[in-house]
């Protein structure tokens, strides 16, 4: 009988054990359910694009790929960028695998210059009504090789290079724009030659791109050399872009089923329609970058630091030499997320030198105007871009200009004039002070001094009284 007990509360606990699991191992076959399903992650890019864009970027398609996330959206509204951004963000779109829908949106945005190789190179290209892409020529940067919306444009490492027939093309139109009114032939500057390559660079970047994701290459080409535009109708029809799409809802269902080819050879379906979207935010660390990626801020930054160094080096134990520090490591930081010219940054650092000089040893002004005009000659040209969003505002240079000037040339004066003054404390205080002797023989004795008795030595000659 026992037994048999043991036996029915063993089928009892085991059949509520079962009822359980059931519902957990049924889940578990289905899969997981369509409202935990990865959501469509969307990152903006919105201004210029920069070193803080490029690690934006970087990071929502890593999150993705982690994820297994169905779609990366790009949200497009760009003036353009710099070339070693646009470079990162067109790597990490042809290496993802996921698939990455750029878009230009909401309506009156527009993909120009570096937007527009962007656009071409995501595995889908769709724009909002009222919205424009193009005008990508090549911007020279004083002799250097020119860049859409910045610097030398990118080329990506898969796609195949232009054909010699389009090289030949390209060798002919360079020959007939440089003739001369009369028919001769001129001989190209060195300016006209940078400027030439970069062009054509661009042309085979942005035509390999085309080429890649099935899209018109010779549009492309005309973007380039013409600086030509398109609205999204007329990118759609001129095969610019694979879609028109309302909003972001209207995109996903628009796109979805559609088989992507991404890199290594791999093909996936898209299933879009519905799907949720998680607009992926900047991480804190981006936003700093983007902050110190400011060239203004970055010359600010090493000003200041210049300024604690110097200040601690003149008068030490006040601590500015600290924040001089982290604040010029700060700053060659920034600079270096920039195309920096440094002959600029050389200039400055020679401006800030000589009117170190000219504030500790006068030399009747000439360290001063010298460094004066350095600092504002190098701070003028130490970005080496013609993109109006990394230049350094004029009004920031002749401020710190100014204000560098009047630091050496006041306080560190002030400084220096305060060491070569006699110390009014201590031991040393006490030279050339006047004594009253109140006793003493033979030279030795004491005396008042200060308004303290002091055990002294003198002339013998001394004698009580004496001063």
């Not at 694979?242 to 290594?264: C, F, K, M, N, Y």
């Amino acid at each position: 009988m026992k037994a048999l007990a043991m036996i029915w509360k063993t089928g009892r606990l085991l059949a509520c054990l079962a009822a359980v699991l059931a519902p957990l191992a049924l889940a578990t076959g289905q899969g997981t359910p369509s409202g935990d399903a990865t959501p469509v992650l969307l990152a903006e890019i919105d201004g210029p694009i920069g070193p803080a864009t490029a690690m934006h970027v970087e990071r929502v398609i890593e999150e993705a790929e982690a994820r297994a996330a169905p779609l990366v959206i790009l949200r497009i509204d760009t003036p353009g960028g710099l070339v070693t951004a646009m470079r990162d963000i067109d790597s990490a779109i042809l290496a993802s695998q996921v698939p990455v829908a750029g878009y230009v949106a909401p309506e009156g945005a527009r993909a120009a210059s570096a937007g527009t190789y962007i656009l071409y190179a995501s595995h889908i290209a769709a724009m909002a009504p009222t919205t424009t892409l193009g005008a990508a020529t090549p911007v020279s940067m004083g002799g250097a090789p020119g860049q859409p919306g910045g610097d030398a444009p990118p080329r990506p490492a898969d796609p195949a290079p232009p054909s010699s027939e389009d090289a030949e093309e390209g060798s002919e139109e360079t020959a007939k724009d440089t003739a001369d009114e009369e028919g001769a032939p001129a001989t190209p500057s060195n300016a006209d030659a940078m400027r030439s390559k970069a062009i054509n660079d661009a042309v085979a970047t942005i035509r390999a791109l085309a080429e890649r994701r099935g899209r018109n290459a010779d549009w492309a080409e005309k973007a380039v050399r013409e600086a030509a535009t398109l609205t999204a109708t007329g990118a759609l029809e001129n095969n610019v872009i694979d879609l028109v799409a309302e909003s972001v809802a209207d995109l996903l269902t628009q796109i979805d089923g559609r088989e992507i080819a991404l890199s290594g050879g791999t093909t996936v379906t898209l299933a879009t329609e519905g799907a949720a979207v998680e607009i992926v935010e900047r991480s804190t660390v981006t936003q700093i970058l983007e902050v110190l990626s400011n060239p203004n801020v970055a010359l600010l930054l090493m000003t200041i630091g210049f300024y604690g160094i110097v200040f601690e080096l003149a008068n030490p134990g006040f601590g500015p030499g600290v924040v001089g520090a982290i604040c010029l490591v700060l700053g060659l930081f920034a600079l270096n997320t920039l195309p920096v010219d440094y002959a600029g940054l050389a200039l400055i650092a020679l401006g800030l030198t000589f009117m170190t000089v000219e504030a500790l040893s006068p030399s009747f002004g000439v360290f001063g105007v010298g460094g004066i005009l350095a600092f504002g000659f190098g701070a003028s040209i130490l970005v080496d871009t013609d993109l109006p969003a990394y230049q350094i505002s004029p009004a920031l240079i002749i401020a710190l200009t100014l204000t560098s000037a009047a630091f050496f040339a006041l306080v560190l004066r002030l400084i220096v004039r305060a060491q070569k003054a006699p110390a009014r404390t201590g031991a040393n205080a006490l030279l050339g002070m006047e004594a009253v002797v109140l006793d003493g023989a033979e030279g030795r004795g004491l005396v008042r001094l200060h308004g303290e008795r002091w055990t002294a030595e003198g002339p013998e000659a001394l004698a009580k009284g004496t001063r």
